[in-house]
């Protein structure tokens, strides 16, 4: 899995002077002694988490107040309390920068580029600070948007921030229902959503889902207006009206911020829906702003005046992830649409023109430059971009030697994992270590992360499950709509008592780096983009020709491929035409990335005698492996159909 020596190495100037050596100098001051390595900083980090989230509060700058209390309870993984007495406000500490510099670069496909000073920034915000509140929105409202990433939505994130409302969001390529079984559960006080957008050259009218969506959820709408006509789509709703003329009713004035809790909600993310409705993961502002701070200043290095990048919709967590990086003084660079149109240069094009120092994207994206025959090292300037991060799915070797043979030969590159749950990284980049070939360079500072076998024991060298054993900042506050907590303590706390587990299967390298082998879950995965498989049943099974559906991931060339195996009712074949109509209903019903690159008929799905689908069972047949459990099904004879398929070879 490694190579012999490693692809890189940190220089002298790093080691001396990067964000992280200067913060591991500070912390020795602070523990009494000589931290020397990244080992004895991480250490330090889980060892003394109190002193060590007070320092990155101070290292990053935070506008607030801290209270007389850094943590209480910290044995408790459930009822630890960081900074219990604490007060901030996230967006206060996103605008602390101000003047005519790029606050944020933003590129929609080769159709839109425009870029927002410092200063530009905070009126918008604080036009829409002013017409939010005349809405009536206030602490712990929600507001729900349906947006492309642009310039716009964090604007708007902003503002409901800076009131003390709960931002939530995904991207306009979801389905209608997919909208409303994340909306729909959060009731939101507003929904935002753009007129139209772009997608590899083609024009993508959302006017009529946003119409139902919105007739639904019986919210007031705002439209922003991007690539379609924001007026008319504006007009046409019973309590809509367009960004631009809710702007226009305000004259900027200086920002106010409400100072709230530590502990108070700042954004709702959404779990897969694997089981069900996808689930809503409340988390804090405080929690949020520190985790991001610690990854951007000191695993990241970044610096105010830099150009941070990130591939990413606004359905996913790294999006979240990325705007923080306004607290640190950084430029956002922002793109909308296909990473391939018109071809696969586009954004190292835009890496080079605005000179990109973090370049963030997935591994399958990386995977398909490499597949594509694309070198940047040799087409573009890149001589700015210092890190290259990728997650969403394990990259390969292949793709760790790639990145220095095709794209940029000195690059750190940060493979990094962790996910909505704590909306930020487990594991990642660490600037001091050298970077081996198919591992993620270590653990996150002030995250005491392990690998324990199925009877709760730490194992090196061998597969295990990601766990995490002491309490941290960016745990979810709770889950909505989850009264006792029943939900939340099933989802990371069944497995072993007072323990985090993840959900991810680990392992240790020989150079204390991890390898991510996947998901333990039924969770599925393609292109590094988590979906559930309940959205997609949601959709095939609404058809008359399906009696019923399981869906699994199949580990195929180096990334993960969905296989949808239907049971059609009697008499109906699985044809062309039929397949059609069932890629036809996910696509327009879930979303382009849900539709199944395999469809396969069976005479019988298995299940538990309480009549749940096993999908993991299904998983573990198709990929050889032994099935645990089999006296739990009601009919275990019914995996034998999903053995050595043919149609799975190609």
Known sequence: ??????????????????????????????????????DDLHAWSVEDRAAFWTAVWDDGEVIGEKGGVALENGERMLEARFFPEGRLNFAENLLKKTGPDDAIVFRGEDKVSYRWSWDALGDRVSKLQQAFAAMGIGEGDRVAAMMPNMPETVACMLAAASLGAIWSSCSPDFGEQGVLDRFGQIEPKLFIACDAYWYAGKLQDVSAKVKAVAEKLGAPVVVVHYAGDAEALASALPDGRTLDALMASYAVKPLTFAQLPFRHPLYILFSSGTTGVPKCIVHSAGGTLLQHLKEHRLHCGLVEGERLFYFTTCGWMMWNWLVSGLAVGTTLC??????????????????Q?????????????????????????????????RLLTSTGSPLSPEGFSFVYEGIKPDVQLASISG??????????????????RGEIQGPGLGLAMDVWDED???????????????????????????????????????????IWCHGDFAEWTSHDGIIIHGRSDATL????????????????????????????????DDDVRVVLFVRLAPGKVLDEALEKTIRTKIRTGASPRHVPAKIIEVADIPRTKSGKIVELAV?????????KNKEALANPEALELF????????
């Not at 793109?335 to 890496?351: E, K, Q, R, T």
């Not at 996910?419 to 081996?436: A, E, K, N, Q, Y």
């Not at 941290?472 to 889950?479: N, R, W």
Request: aromatic share 12%.
């Open 456 to 498: 709760g024991h730490p194992v090196r060298g061998e597969k295990g499950e990601l766990v995490c054993t002491r309490a941290f900042p960016s745990m979810p506050v709770m889950f909505w709509n989850d009264p006792d907590g029943a939900k939340y303590r099933a989802a990371y706390f069944e497995r072993f008592d007072n």
């Open 525 to 556: 995965n393609p292109g590094g983009v988590r979906i559930g498989t309940a959205e997609i049943y949601n959709q095939v099974e609404q058809l008359e020709e399906v009696v019923e559906a399981l869906c699994i991931g199949q580990d195929w």
């Open 353 to 385: 023109a605005e000179k990109f120092a973090v370049f963030g994207t997935s591994a399958k994206y990386i995977d398909a430059v490499r597949k594509g025959g694309f070198t940047p090292r040799t087409t573009h300037d890149l001589s700015s971009l």
């Open 1 to 38: 899995m490694t190579s012999e020596m490693p692809l890189w190495k940190p220089s002298a100037d790093i080691l001396a002077n990067s964000p992280m050596a200067l913060f591991m100098k500070a912390g020795s001051r602070i523990a009494g002694r000589d931290l020397k390595s990244y």
């Open 334 to 351: 922002l793109f909308d649409g296909s990473p391939f149109h018109p071809d696969g240069n586009v954004l190292f094009d835009y890496a």
């Open 643 to 650: 053995a050595g398929l043919e149609a799975l070879k190609s």
């Open 619 to 627: 998983r573990e047949v198709v990929h050889g492996r032994p099935v």
């Open 419 to 436: 996910g909505t749950d704590i909306v930020s990284c487990f594991v990642l980049g660490i600037p001091l270590r050298p970077v081996w």
